[in-house]
């Protein structure tokens, strides 16, 4: 139902609105500011279903009245939408809508933001002739453990259905029974658990759907709306915090359709009550968890790092101070680039969990022409989706290629280690070894330049296609050479030349691109301009144990939870002389550190982000801080003062000030130019070509061995560093699989280990411990094998398993997935128990699976 | 002996159960002479021109020309489709489970050759889920086709397949409703779906898809086989050929007679049905089904049964299906059996169709109960105004029209029965259970 793109001029009740030939009516009305009342109508659900009748207009030529929703426009309509006729039919619609609601608004909680009560009074008869008994439900009973459905305030709209069947399609909402005794609800039913539900709360315009996390919480009058971004996966949805007393009861979707088409998932919706938490840090700490006043802690802290600064264990005093970042904003991240850099001279920072590409390599993935933004998924042909799994790590992105799939026959090639939620509506599907991404990434370039290979299968779709959008996991680039690959496939696919083709990045944190560009980058500084080469974090790390590296800042970073060979980061922290934590919330990390800094949430926060498609968004403070916490930008321009650096800045427009004019492709943008939307920083009018910060070509492009070389060679010292059956790609070369065919998959070692692959549960964190209303959700870590695999191992679904490599070892629950390859284990990182990162030590690891107790049968 | 004022065509030799063999079928009735000839000698458009040129009017309800719809389809080698919409659940109706039941082959080939007016590679016959008997029977039926080959890949040597599917409802009127049956064949909750795209363009799965009725598809043997002046020699000008008329309620003589279109109505219900019982009188009757407005007899009776008149009239001839009361009817409680049946098959999609049918139910019986007034009468008509043309398919105006002509036409009734719910008979005196034969003189 692609609009047919002429502009045509139509009449609507005497006045002439321009429209687009094929769109909607009421689409074509409501730009043209005639409001049609309506309640099915909701264009981000797909094409019309014209259930609820409210739209009905006259238009000349046609004798029966028309849904308004589902009349295409053509040239030289007449249209009215205020005559007796329809008066009468619209004031009929919303009598029968009524028939059966219950009229309890002063007892729902959608009383105040109810489209039917704000209709009837606009449209109704004002007075009900109906004195018959209604129909009656349960009322309100459990849809899923944290929304509530009312079915007699239904008024079968067909929205929450539609929702569960062509946008998350996850096909579980149903309409059951039929006429009048028709009812929303699942089979058997079963709760309705999906990852992105709590969206049908939002679109259900009457009071059947709540959350109850809201439910009896506040009025719209008691409440203000705040307009922020959602901080807690790089998907950066707009959303907007119903706030009441300063604190946040709700989050609703902001609609922007270059980021989130509307839609919010889960985590980003219920994921609220964790800024009130117990465990929520409140007040600067000192070691031990002895509260501490600012200045105090701020002193202690200076102190500490400058010590650690001057120290010196061998020799390179200067040196000895390392930064990790993880959950930022761009200004933070400036800041304390600038504090470590500046103040404390060393040039060891980073904001990447593990290792990633050096700098020459990401100014060339920075490039405008091969960048791909969001909303360029809606129009490709081919989508890759390459070593991620979005519904994971980047949710809202699932819903965008399935819309993509659906609306505009896109088609999907999805390349992974591990089985994805996309794999259903993919065309061609490769599977390749943990570890081998850089191999398999290689492959497919060669395979695109019309080689035969493991990658061939696949490529055939992408080379067909004229616009392809790369969707790639950060993680892949954790393999020395994927991201120059990557760079290939881009150039095989012939994406600067295409208008609509590009890369687009999940990264593995929130604002990864942001304080990349921001400069916390070991061998960048802003702007991804060249700088003194630092360590990147496992360098750190091995600093930190040979101690190299005597000081440590952490800001938003919890290394001990989310970064890769917990061991080492154990040992990393111990040795470490002094560690300061900025944190949310106490963890194992902040125990360990010296003074811990108190965050703010992105409700509290002021500052900006950067989508990985180049957006700057603008996260606003929302709801209060709690206790004594203070700007975190304020917080840091204080310790780098008490440092003896003076950076001018004291408040949000004065560090956003500094970071657009440090950052070169940044300069000159302004707030209102972010405003609620965002601004792609290469789509801004006059803004660079390129994004490459100036830099000698020669310097960025010879460079050949990057940061990540000297983790690698570093000697093994302890026994778990000692050297381990790293996977060559002659042993496990890439499987390939097509859509219904699973073919060459590695081969099992010989004594029966497999090779761990491991991935982040969306649900795997913080968000689910520290949020009383998703502790259902928690994932317990389970250890999936192929069918093969558990056939050899004697292995069933449900047996609780030691896995182990070298002397680490973690529980886990078997499942059996037929659609795991043959000779791979996967794990979850991240979980309270059993964290696969305890695992991992950098490079691709084996392990054992050895039977602790068999499931009951 | 058929009786005089029948014409028969559809149910020739009828009678004869060895019709519903593919033997007998060929031997009473030169059965699959006509496909054969379509199929070896006939171009697409030829036989076309032939369905479209005969006038042929849909025999499901509403009386669209089949000829003209089969040319809808757009042309091109995209897969299309043909539907037999064979779920006949309109109260009244029984006519197409006559023709399926005694001449399942007739459907057949008539479904072959419009298939290839169609130029459809896949039919389906959507048969009503209570309709066992006949389905068993033209499963059996389809075989033999099948076997015969006339059915199936390159039929008859003519390079063309076609794969005939029976499939079977699940008991839902609304699955009548032609995109409500596409629908519920692709597997989906049987809701009508909206139009534009009509099925002709976007049906089935997709594809272009010409849905007919199971009389309609009769029909088309007999066409092509004999001519469209043949057919239009039959009926009059703008209702041509013979239609079965299925006639129940107060008559001596209920059953399917087939005759042709323009008939005076009260021959049809008086010299082949045998007219009201002795004694008694005709008070109403609905010309076209269920959801056909009723007509006071002395207002219809003595109109031409055909398509033009019965509209003027304000009624409409629909399926074919006349219903009788007689004197002994009373017209509320009629009027609440039929908002009854609506309201226990509207899908519930649209608010109109889905409330206004259970708020009249409510209406209907709080009246003849004696608890309303006669503001609620005014409320129940407004109701059925605010029904009708509002709704996403025809059946919200299917109990819209019907009720409101009754509580219009024989107001007095409904305020007699609310002054006196005691006095008023109970309407279950005259229901009977649906003719199993034709009409009695066969």
């Not at chain 1, 691109?513 to 980058?521: D, K, P």
């Not at chain 1, 003062?641 to 001018?648: K, M, P």
């Not at chain 2, 049987?190 to 002709?200: T, V």
């Not at chain 2, 605010?386 to 002509?405: E, F, K, R, T, Y």
Request: aromatic fraction near 6%; glycine fraction near 10%; hydrophobic fraction near 35%.
């Amino acid at each position: 139902m692609s609009p047919a793109g002429r502009e045509v001029t139509i009449t609507i009740d005497g006045r002439e609105v321009p429209a687009i030939e094929g769109e909607m009516l009421h689409d074509a009305a409501r730009k043209g500011d005639v409001e049609i009342p309506y309640f099915c109508y909701e264009p981000k659900l797909g094409d019309p279903v014209g259930a609820c009748r409210m739209c009905l207009v006259e238009i000349e030529g046609i004798p029966r009245l028309q849904t308004s929703c589902s009349t295409p426009v053509r040239e030289g309509m007449v249209v009215h939408t205020r005559t007796e006729q329809v008066k009468h039919a619209q004031s009929a619609v919303v009598e029968f809508l009524l028939v059966n609601h219950p009229l309890d608004c002063p007892v729902c909680d959608k009383g105040g933001e109810c489209p039917l009560q704000d209709i009837s009074y606009g449209w109704g008869p004002g007075k009900s002739r109906v004195i018959d008994e209604k129909r009656h439900f349960e009322k309100p009973i459990e849809l899923s453990p944290l929304v509530a459905i009312d079915r007699e305030r239904c008024i079968l709209c067909y929205r929450c259905v539609r929702f569960s069947q062509e946008i998350s399609e996850d096909a579980q909402l149903q309409l059951l029974d039929r006429g009048d005794r028709t009812y929303v609800g699942t089979f058997d039913d079963r709760p309705y658990v999906a990852p992105f539900h709590g969206n049908i709360t939002d679109i259900c315009p009457v009071g059947a759907l709540t959350n109850y996390t809201y439910r009896f919480r506040a009025r719209p009058w008691d409440i203000e709306h705040a307009g922020s971004v959602c901080t807690l996966c790089p998907s950066q949805c707009n959303v907007s915090f119903t706030v009441r007393d300063e604190k946040v009861k709700r989050v609703i979707s902001r609609d922007n359709a270059e980021v989130d088409d509307g839609w919010l998932c889960d985590r980003g919706r219920y994921g609220f009550e964790m800024f009130d938490a117990p465990e929520r840090i409140t007040e600067p700490r000192l070691k031990g968890g002895t509260e501490a006043g600012w200045e105090q802690a701020i002193a202690k802290a200076a102190e500490g790092l400058r010590a650690a600064a001057d120290s010196s264990h061998s020799g390179v005093g200067s040196k000895s101070v390392a930064a990790i970042v993880g959950d930022a904003s761009n200004e933070e991240g400036f800041l304390l680039q600038r504090l470590l850099r500046d103040a404390l001279g060393s040039p060891h920072i980073d904001s990447r969990p593990s290792r990633g590409p050096k700098a020459a390599v990401l100014r060339r993935l920075n490039e405008p022409a091969i960048s791909a933004k969001v909303s360029d998924i809606d129009e490709a042909d081919a989508i890759l989706v390459l070593g991620t799994d979005p519904l994971h790590s980047s949710p809202i992105l699932d819903l965008r290629v399935r819309k993509a799939i659906r609306r505009n026959g896109a088609k999907l090639v999805v390349a992974t280690e591990r089985p994805t939620a996309l794999d259903g509506g993919a065309e061609a599907i490769a599977r390749f070894a943990p570890g081998q991404a850089a191999h398999f990434v290689g492959e497919l370039a060669g395979a695109l330049g019309g080689r035969e290979n493991v990658a061939t299968p696949i490529s055939g779709t992408l080379a067909d296609a004229e616009k392809v959008v790369v969707i790639w996991g950060e993680r892949i680039a954790r393999e020395d050479g994927a991201a120059e690959a990557l760079l290939d496939v881009a150039a095989a696919i012939g994406m600067s030349g295409s208008e609509g083709s590009g890369l687009l990045e999940i990264p593995d944190t929130t604002n990864a691109r942001g304080l990349r560009e921001a400069g916390c980058l070991p061998d960048a500084g802003p702007g991804l301009a060249e700088t003194a080469v630092g360590m990147a974090t496992e360098e750190i790390r091995q600093g930190l144990i040979s101690g190299e590296v005597a000081g440590l800042i952490l800001f938003g970073a919890d290394p001990l939870r989310d970064f890769p060979d917990t061991p080492a980061w154990e040992e990393a922290l111990t040795a470490a002389d002094f560690v300061v934590s900025f944190s949310m919330h106490e963890n194992a990390t902040t125990a360990k550190a010296d003074v811990v800094f108190p965050l703010e949430t992105h409700a509290e926060k002021d500052g900006t982000v950067t989508h990985p498609d180049g957006r700057l968004q603008r996260v606003r403070p929302s709801a209060g801080r709690p206790g004594e916490i203070r700007p975190n930008v304020l917080v840091l321009s204080q310790l780098a003062e008490n440092l003896g650096l003076v950076t001018g800045i004291d408040s949000q427009p004065t560090a956003f000030a500094a970071l657009t004019e440090a950052v070169s492709f940044y300069n000159g943008i302004t707030d209102e130019q972010i405003g609620g939307r965002g601004l792609r920083w290469q789509d801004r009018e006059g803004g660079p070509e390129h994004g490459n910060a100036p830099a000698p070509e020669g310097a960025t492009q010879s460079e050949e061995t990057g940061p990540t070389e000297t983790g690698g060679t570093e000697p093994a010292e302890t026994e778990r560093d000692a050297p381990l059956s790293v996977v060559q790609p002659e042993q496990t070369p890439g499987g390939v699989a097509s859509a219904k065919d699973v073919a060459a998959e590695p081969t099992p070692a010989a004594d029966g280990s497999l090779t761990l692959g491991t991935y982040r549960d969306l649900w795997a964190g913080p968000i689910t411990e520290l949020n009383p209303p998703l502790k259902f959700l928690q994932p317990q870590q389970r250890v999936e094998v192929s069918t093969a695999d558990a056939e050899r191992l004697g292995l069933r679904s449900g047996d609780r398993v030691r896995v182990s490599q070298g002397a680490a070892g973690v529980e886990a629950e078997v499942h059996v997935k037929e659609r795991v390859s043959k000779g791979v284990a996967f794990m979850a990182e991240g979980v309270l128990d059993g964290n696969a990162n305890a695992l991992l030590n950098g490079g691709p690891v084996q392990v054992k699976i050895e039977k602790l107790s068999e499931v009951r049968a | 002996m058929p009786h005089q004022l029948e014409k028969r065509v559809l149910l020739e030799h009828a009678e004869d159960p060895a019709l519903r063999t593919l033997d007998g079928y060929r031997r009473l009735a030169g059965g699959y002479e006509t496909l054969e000839r379509a199929y070896k000698e006939m171009e697409q458009d030829e036989v076309l021109k032939e369905l479209e040129d005969s006038g042929l009017r849909g025999r499901g309800g509403a009386g669209f020309a089949m000829g003209k719809k089969a040319s809808f389809l757009p042309r091109g080698d995209m897969a299309k489709y043909l539907c037999c919409n064979a779920d006949e659940s309109e109260p009244g109706a029984f006519k197409d489970r006559e023709l399926m039941q005694r001449n399942p082959h007739q459907l057949i080939e008539g479904i072959a050759i419009a298939a290839l007016a169609a130029d459809a590679g896949h039919a389906f016959i959507f048969i009503r889920g209570e309709y066992d008997e006949q389905a068993d029977i033209l499963d059996a039926a389809v075989a033999e086709a099948y076997e015969a080959g006339y059915l199936g890949t390159n039929i008859l040597g003519c390079h063309r397949d076609l794969e005939l599917v029976v499939h079977r409802g699940a008991g839902a009127y609304i699955c009548g409703e032609e995109t409500a049956l596409l629908d519920a064949l692709e597997g989906k909750r049987g809701n009508p779906r909206l139009k534009p795209p009509f099925p002709a363009v976007q049906g089935l799965y997709g594809g272009p898809t010409l849905i007919n009725n199971v009389e309609t598809l009769s029909n088309v043997p007999h066409i092509v086989r004999r001519g469209a002046d043949w057919f239009k020699g039959f009926g009059t000008e703008q209702s041509p050929g013979t239609k079965v008329v299925s006639i129940s309620g107060g008559v001596k003589r209920p059953g399917n007679y087939e005759v042709e279109l323009g008939i005076s109505t009260r021959e049809l219900v008086c010299d082949l049905a045998g007219g009201p019982e002795d004694g008694h009188e005709i008070k109403a009757f609905f010309p076209g089904g269920s959801s056909s407005p009723v007509l006071k007899a002395e207002e219809g009776l003595d109109l031409p049964y055909s398509f033009e008149a019965m509209a003027e009239a304000g009624s409409m001839l629909g399926s074919g299906s006349i219903i009788v009361c007689d004197d002994r009817v009373s017209i509320p409680h009629l009027a609440l059996r039929t908002a009854r049946f609506y309201h226990h098959e509207s899908c519930g999609k649209c608010a109109p169709c889905r409330e206004g049918t259970n708020w009249t139910v409510k209406m209907l019986e709080r009246m003849v109960r004696g608890e309303a007034t006669p503001l609620d009468l005014d409320i129940v008509s407004s109701v059925q105004q605010n029904i009708i043309g509002h709704c996403l398919c025809v059946l919200g105006d299917s109990m819209a029209m019907p009720v409101g002509a009754m509580v219009r036409k024989f107001r007095e009734e409904f305020e007699e029965v609310m002054e006196n719910p005691e006095l008023v008979l109970d309407p279950h005196a005259v229901v009977q259970a649906p003719p199993e034969t034709l009409g009695a003189s066969a």
